[in-house]
């Protein structure tokens, strides 16, 4: 009889529920968006309310599609948006205001502020360079303005989590208030130098430690669903960021194995082992790829926070695409990008350059230029940014990139595939089923609570995949990289007064 896991992909538009059986096969998803909410130009809010009510039904749903109910679950595994930060009151369990998303950046003036004194200081323990995406500067803008806030975080009768956090706090009827450590290194306030929340830097700010969840292990028995609440107590044995699950599920568990998930945002990560590195000078993320049975596991990352939300404005802002898989079709009616230059910075630019006023630039425009040509310079203006911290993580680690796995949505487009192939010089390997996000937490569950004996044993049902080899003349792509990089520089600091 089949084990059945229920995996809550929580993403930055949509929730996704999944059933997966213990052969790694989806037996059941369903999927909805909720509001993204912007008050502001610089700010990216959402309803921690909504996110729970699109939940509970899209597991309404997966149950429902396949006739069963909540106790015929073996495990439930969590993966989400990361860095995204909610607060709510301990007693009702109510948000007192909206959540504060990884894009806003709202705090980046601060960032700016406090960089001189603690941007080195903070980079060298938490291994994130200074900037809005820190749950830690949300917390403390929240403290500045939201009523009251202040006053009854200090009284201790605050949480502050992220989504894996909310939702598992949901989920157990307010019995839980916990966080992954995945999840916990991406909030820049966890230090990873002395593996605990990083006081020194939360105190200067203002922050209680009362506010802040437990740490818990990305792969354990975490709590029970309540009956009450979901109709059944199960385990919660997997909860783990979304770019460290999809590097699990695509096998990368030995040093110097790298993945590159394209989403909304593009992220590239490699496994490094079990100590940190952390290098200040290079905008390159080192963090908690995840923790399991006590013992953590290393990762750099490079990330560019609007890649495939660049195609989506395409489709929504310009109006140029009729849907996001359109893309491709589009782009490949010209042979080239014709000389335009797409820097998708529209929200800034992330590592290496850590430019929170960069805006999105596109150069090159002639009377030639078709919609065609603005198409193809997005999808080739992602890959771009991928090259951008490829050669600083290899230096970091130590370890040569031979080849890069790839998943996430836009990475079903063969041609952005084939680009990232040419300009990066190494084979791409993309599986049939690219939710890798939403594998990696259903194997972090089973494994949390003994569906497979061994990570050898949880990966050996296998993937199908493809391979797309480099075909272009070296000179040609990097003479086309310069040209990138120059395009960058014409966008950096756009927005600064």
Same mark, same amino acid.
């Given at each position: 009889?089949?084990?059945?896991?229920?995996?809550?992909?929580?993403?930055?538009?949509?929730?996704?529920?999944?059933?997966?059986?213990?052969?790694?096969?989806?037996?059941?998803?369903?999927?909805?968006? $909720?509001?993204?909410?912007?008050?502001?130009?610089?700010?990216?809010?959402?309803?921690?309310?909504?996110?729970?009510?699109?939940?509970?039904?899209?597991?309404?749903?997966?149950?429902?599609?396949?006739?069963?109910?909540?106790?015929?679950?073996?495990?439930?595994?969590?993966?989400?948006?990361?860095?995204?930060?909610?607060?709510?009151?301990?007693?009702?369990?109510?948000?007192?205001?909206?959540?504060?998303?990884?894009?806003?950046?709202?705090?980046?003036?601060?960032?700016? #502020?406090?960089?001189?004194? &603690?941007?080195?200081?903070?980079?060298?323990?938490?291994? &994130?360079?200074?900037?809005?995406?820190?749950?830690?500067?949300?917390?403390?803008?929240?403290?500045?303005?939201?009523?009251?806030?202040?006053?009854?975080?200090?009284?201790?009768?605050?949480?502050?989590?992220?989504?894996?956090? &909310?939702?598992?706090?949901?989920?157990?009827?307010?019995?839980?208030?916990?966080?992954?450590?995945?999840?916990?290194?991406?909030?820049?306030?966890?230090?990873?130098?002395?593996?605990?929340?990083?006081?020194?830097?939360?105190?200067?700010?203002?922050?209680?430690?009362?506010?802040?969840?437990?740490?818990?292990?990305?792969?354990?028995? @975490?709590?029970?669903?309540?009956?009450?609440?979901?109709?059944?107590?199960?385990? @919660?044995?997997?909860?783990?960021?979304?770019?460290?699950?999809?590097?699990?599920?695509? #096998?990368?568990?030995?040093?110097?194995?790298?993945?590159?998930?394209?989403?909304?945002?593009? $992220?590239?990560?490699?496994?490094?082992?079990?100590?940190?590195?952390?290098?200040?000078?290079?905008? @390159?993320?080192?963090?908690?790829?995840?923790?399991?049975?006590?013992?953590?596991?290393?990762?750099? !990352?490079?990330?560019?926070?609007?890649?495939?939300?660049?195609?989506? &404005?395409?489709?929504?802002?310009?109006?140029?695409?009729?849907?996001?898989?359109?893309?491709?079709?589009?782009?490949?009616?010209?042979?080239?990008?014709?000389?335009?230059?797409?820097?998708?910075?529209?929200?800034?630019?992330?590592?290496?350059?850590?430019?929170?006023?960069?805006?999105?630039?596109?150069?090159?425009?002639?009377?030639?230029?078709?919609?065609?040509?603005?198409?193809?310079?997005?999808?080739?203006?992602?890959?771009?940014?991928?090259?951008? $911290?490829?050669?600083?993580?290899?230096?970091?680690?130590?370890?040569?990139?031979?080849?890069?796995?790839?998943?996430?949505?836009?990475?079903?487009?063969?041609?952005?595939?084939? $680009?990232?192939?040419?300009?990066?010089?190494?084979?791409?390997?993309?599986?049939?089923?690219?939710?890798?996000?939403?594998?990696?937490?259903?194997?972090?569950?089973?494994?949390?609570?003994?569906?497979?004996?061994? !990570?050898?044993?949880?990966?050996?049902?296998?993937?199908?995949?493809?391979?797309?080899?480099?075909?272009?003349?070296?000179?040609?792509?990097?003479?086309?990289?310069?040209?990138?990089?120059?395009?960058? #520089?014409?966008?950096? #600091?756009?927005?600064?007064?």
């Amino acid at each position: 009889m089949d084990k059945y896991i229920l995996v809550i992909d929580a993403g930055t538009t949509g929730i996704r529920a999944l059933i997966y059986n213990q052969r790694s096969h989806i037996l059941a998803q369903a999927y909805s968006e $909720f509001p993204n909410y912007h008050p502001a130009p610089d700010r990216v809010e959402q309803d921690a309310n909504e996110i729970w009510d699109v939940t509970q039904k899209m597991i309404t749903q997966a149950l429902d599609s396949l006739s069963i109910r909540m106790n015929d679950i073996s495990c439930v595994g969590i993966t989400n948006q990361r860095a995204t930060s909610v607060v709510w009151d301990r007693n009702s369990g109510q948000p007192i205001t909206k959540a504060i998303v990884w894009q806003d950046t709202r705090t980046a003036a601060r960032a700016e #502020e406090l960089s001189a004194e &603690w941007g080195e200081k903070v980079y060298s323990r938490t291994g &994130w360079a200074l900037a809005p995406v820190y749950s830690s500067l949300s917390l403390e803008w929240m403290m500045g303005n939201v009523p009251l806030m202040k006053e009854r975080a200090e009284a201790g009768e605050l949480a502050f989590g992220t989504i894996d956090s &909310w939702l598992v706090y949901c989920l157990t009827g307010g019995k839980e208030h916990v966080i992954s450590a995945s999840n916990a290194s991406v909030t820049g306030s966890y230090d990873l130098v002395n593996d605990e929340w990083y006081e020194e830097w939360l105190s200067a700010l203002g922050l209680p430690l009362s506010l802040f969840p437990t740490v818990v292990d990305d792969s354990a028995n @975490i709590g029970l669903t309540d009956e009450q609440v979901m109709g059944g107590s199960v385990p @919660i044995s997997g909860l783990i960021a979304d770019q460290h699950a999809a590097l699990f599920s695509q #096998e990368c568990v030995e040093p110097g194995m790298i993945k590159c998930t394209h989403g909304t945002g593009t $992220f590239l990560d490699m496994l490094i082992g079990t100590e940190p590195k952390i290098d200040t000078g290079s905008g @390159i993320v080192c963090q908690i790829a995840w923790r399991k049975e006590g013992k953590t596991h290393y990762a750099l !990352e490079g990330y560019a926070g609007c890649t495939g939300s660049a195609v989506q &404005w395409l489709r929504d802002g310009l109006q140029i695409i009729d849907s996001s898989a359109e893309s491709e079709a589009v782009a490949g009616k010209v042979d080239n990008n014709g000389g335009v230059y797409f820097v998708p910075a529209l929200t800034g630019l992330s590592a290496p350059y850590w430019d929170s006023y960069a805006r999105g630039t596109i150069l090159g425009v002639s009377p030639g230029t078709t919609r065609g040509h603005i198409v193809r310079a997005t999808l080739e203006g992602i890959v771009y940014s991928v090259r951008d $911290f490829v050669t600083a993580m290899q230096e970091i680690s130590g370890y040569d990139i031979k080849s890069i796995a790839v998943d996430g949505g836009a990475s079903k487009n063969d041609l952005l595939v084939q $680009f990232q192939a040419d300009q990066l010089g190494v084979d791409v390997i993309r599986p049939r089923n690219v939710e890798a996000t939403s594998l990696g937490a259903a194997l972090m569950a089973g494994l949390g609570v003994g569906l497979w004996k061994s !990570e050898k044993e949880a990966f050996a049902i296998g993937r199908n995949k493809k391979v797309f080899s480099p075909q272009a003349d070296e000179t040609v792509r990097d003479q086309q990289y310069k040209t990138w990089k120059k395009a960058v #520089e014409r966008s950096r #600091e756009w927005s600064k007064e």
